[in-house]
């Protein structure tokens, strides 16, 4: 059986829920088993994910899931897994995943593969899944050698599928240790999509010469709906908050559509952004490196071209 | 308090990666390595911080053969009183956990990197607290202690969130924690006498084993648009990329 850890923010779920149970669904189809579905908390919804192909879903609710704590989290789902006879358990390598996927791993004494892109490949015993390496300049074939497997699925790496339809959800009742971290305050910036889920990123570098520059990228990034992004020297320089930072030391993205302007295109800076499914560079110098990598480029002056791309796409929308 | 933080030596952030003919292995030659930033720049730094601030003691740990050495000495160099390398060639991030969890009793707080920037697994920290039983807290971008009780801010997906928990913690640092440092020559001079104590790996099978690397398809030519043409750009992405 394959297990997903399906998490919800506010009770609701997202994206990455659904993306989650899809390659779920997909590992058991390829290891003829079936795929379920655990749900932690006070939740809404949650037997829709059986539209994603969970053939049962769980939840566990308890005081002490209000709030997320890793050793809590970690043995909820490592309880479940041992309750139902899981041997692959699959998440999220958002930053919950990233927070649980070594515990679970630990745990359970299990071989794990943390930010896979694919769904395993199954050879008779062997069990290979490919994840990117260094900040995806390659990729590595991995085979877990255990019995039981832990897994976490990069975001965006392969689309939501419906294969089912919505199904009851049962309650499950797992032993809980007491929390060690007390959350005291969480802050989430209100209707715009996080940099490693977003699938369109604006994203603007030294060319733009000073914070006071960037209307023309915040312009752009509100008429495609993008969430905006920066490079190293401008969060360096504190032009931009250091969440803004894509690249290899920053946070690496896989939208559908990367737009960076004014960015020369180091090869730290490509590391984070080259798994974008479509990559346009705006940059005045033509020998930028970054036009190598580039699917579309365009050679002028960002403060012209940019604000003549948003005007298109204002048209391109209203029509 | 004491403090011990974890550091791995990854090839240096410029490497173009090359693999070997049969795919198995990366092609090391003349590759140039690094402490992993991570480590190095937010966690090993924020130690040294609350170590000026409150006294102390800040260990290094590595699990790695003798060539890590110079990478070792680094950290000593910034400021570190001494270091532990487990003398092993690796087996995976589970074997690695096991190796440090072996060397962490009495620690108050042991630090790691989000993560590393070869592997980018970000799992060893979260392996660590398990097998001690202690709070884990991933990309922390901030950490104030007030006796054993450590404020710590983490990232999430699109914010912040503040927690707190009491020592002995395991806490993996991201961007903000700390600002990065340069050994000076004295600290350079005075690494050289600073203990690194080698010791030998814990018994632990792997679990996993990379079985082949492959690169990234190489990227067809840039299509370039006429500056004064942006209704093409949009065209172009919205019929040919198919991505608005």
Redesign the interface.
């Known amino acids: 059986m394959v297990l997903v850890f399906a998490e919800a923010t506010n009770g609701k779920f997202k994206k990455a829920a659904h993306e989650v149970v899809t390659y779920g669904a997909k590992t058991a189809a390829a290891m003829g088993t079936e795929c379920v579905a655990l749900t932690l908390g006070d939740v809404q919804d949650a037997g829709d994910l059986g539209r994603f192909g969970a053939s049962k879903v769980y939840n566990a609710a308890d005081a002490a899931l209000a709030n997320f704590d890793s050793g809590v989290f970690a043995a909820a789902i490592a309880g479940a897994a041992q309750q139902l006879g899981a041997k692959v358990i699959v998440l999220s390598h958002n930053s919950t995943g990233k927070n649980l996927t070594g515990r679970l791993a630990a745990r359970l004494d299990a071989g794990s593969a943390p930010g896979v892109k694919a769904v395993p490949v199954i050879e008779g015993d062997k069990f290979t899944v490919r994840k990117a390496v260094f900040s995806g300049k390659a990729f590595a074939d991995v085979s877990i050698l255990t019995d039981t497997k832990v897994i976490s699925l990069a975001g965006n790496s392969i689309p939501v599928e419906e294969s089912g339809s919505a199904v009851g959800v049962e309650s499950i009742s797992l032993d809980l240790p007491a929390p060690m971290v007390k959350v005291l305050s969480t802050k989430r910036a209100e209707g715009i999509t996080p940099l490693p889920e977003a699938e369109l990123v604006v994203s603007g570098g030294r060319g733009l010469k000073g914070p006071e520059n960037w209307g023309v990228i915040n312009d752009l990034a509100e008429v495609l709906g993008a969430t905006t992004a920066c490079s190293r020297p401008v969060a360096d320089s504190d032009w931009r908050p250091h969440h803004e930072h894509v690249g290899q030391t920053g946070v690496a993205i896989h939208p559908n559509l990367y737009i960076a302007a004014g960015i020369s295109g180091a090869i730290q800076h490509l590391a984070g952004v080259n798994s974008s499914k479509t990559i346009v560079v705006v940059n005045k110098d033509p020998e930028a490196p970054f036009f190598k990598a580039a699917d579309y480029g365009v050679v002028g002056d960002l403060f012209e071209v940019l604000p003549r791309l948003t005007e298109a796409l204002k048209k391109f929308k209203s029509a | 308090m004491k403090m011990l933080v974890c550091v791995s030596k990854t090839?240096e952030?410029?490497?173009?990666?090359q693999?070997t003919a049969d795919k198995t292995d990366?092609d090391k030659g003349g590759m140039q390595y690094i402490m992993n930033?991570?480590d190095e720049w937010y966690a090993l730094v924020r130690a040294l911080e609350l170590k000026e601030a409150g006294g102390g003691s800040v260990t290094l740990l590595n699990v790695g053969p003798a060539d890590n050495d110079a990478v070792i000495r680094k950290g000593l160099a910034i400021g570190a009183d001494d270091a532990i390398r487990v003398n092993s060639e690796g087996g995976?991030?589970?074997y690695i956990?096991k190796q440090i969890a072996a060397q962490a009793a009495g620690y108050d707080i042991v630090f790691f990197g989000?993560?590393t920037?070869?592997?980018?697994?970000?799992?060893?920290?979260?392996?660590?607290?398990?097998?001690l039983g202690?709070?884990?807290?991933?990309?922390a971008?901030k950490l104030e202690m007030d006796g054993s009780t450590a404020?710590i801010t983490?990232?999430?997906?699109?914010?912040?969130?503040?927690?707190?928990?009491?020592t002995p913690?395991c806490l993996s640092a991201a961007?903000?924690m700390a600002e990065q440092r340069i050994p000076n020559m004295r600290g350079i001079m005075m690494a050289k006498r600073k203990p690194l104590n080698v010791v030998e790996p814990v018994a632990a099978?792997?679990?996993?084993?990379?079985?082949?690397?492959?690169?990234?398809p190489a990227?067809?030519a840039?299509?370039?648009?006429?500056?004064?043409n942006?209704?093409e750009?949009?065209r172009?992405?919205?019929e040919e990329?198919k991505?608005?």
Do not use: F, Q, W
């Open positions: 090839p952030t410029t490497t173009k990666i693999l990366l930033p991570y995976g991030s589970l956990a989000k993560e920037i070869d592997y980018n697994g970000s799992e060893v920290g979260a392996m660590v607290a398990e097998l202690t709070a884990y807290v991933g990309e971008s404020t983490r990232d999430i997906e699109g914010g912040v969130e503040v927690v707190e928990a009491s913690l961007k903000g099978p792997a679990t996993t084993e990379v079985a082949s690397y492959e690169l990234p990227k067809s840039v299509k370039l648009v006429e500056p004064e942006m209704e750009l949009v172009l992405l919205h990329a991505v608005i």
